[in-house]
């Protein structure tokens, strides 16, 4: 069984850092395409990070250029998402997911190349 465990959200003021956590168990690949997403109530899901299995490769949404950056550890089965420079906008439950594809390709961010899913950690900016 798969299974995908989110840590590191909670309440930052504006301007603030965060760092997010996802262990995985159960994969078949130590290297697989890892993503995070995130979503509002009632709003859509939004890639926000992926980092390719094959080579490493990462690709962000425009929003959040230069404020993340999306790491791995193989070795741990773990991957991470620092976050700087906060904004109430990044106000969001963020996902992680693994992909079936060895690398994050050009249609990452709908999310539809990833088939396992984790829970959930909730990430909320005061301003």
């Known amino acids: 069984e798969v299974r995908l465990v989110e840590s590191g959200g909670g309440l930052v003021q504006e301007g603030g850092s965060l760092r997010l956590s996802c262990t995985a168990s159960?994969?078949?690949?130590?290297?697989?395409?890892m993503g995070w997403f995130r979503q509002l109530p009632g709003k859509e899901r939004e890639g926000v990070a992926c980092?390719?299995?094959?080579?490493?490769?990462?690709a962000y949404t425009d929003s959040v250029m230069g404020r993340f950056t999306i790491s791995r550890d193989n070795a741990k089965k773990a991957v991470y998402l620092q976050m700087n420079k906060l904004t109430p906008e990044d106000t969001a439950m963020y996902y992680c997911?693994?992909?079936?594809?060895?690398?994050?390709?050009?249609?990452?961010?709908?999310?539809?190349?990833?088939?396992?899913w984790g829970q959930g950690t909730q990430v909320t900016i005061s301003s």
């Open positions: 997911a693994s992909s079936v594809y060895p690398y994050c390709g050009a249609y990452w961010r709908a999310g539809h190349n990833f088939a396992f």
């Open positions: 159960g994969l078949t690949s130590d290297d697989a395409t």
């Open positions: 980092v390719s299995g094959s080579g490493g490769g990462t």
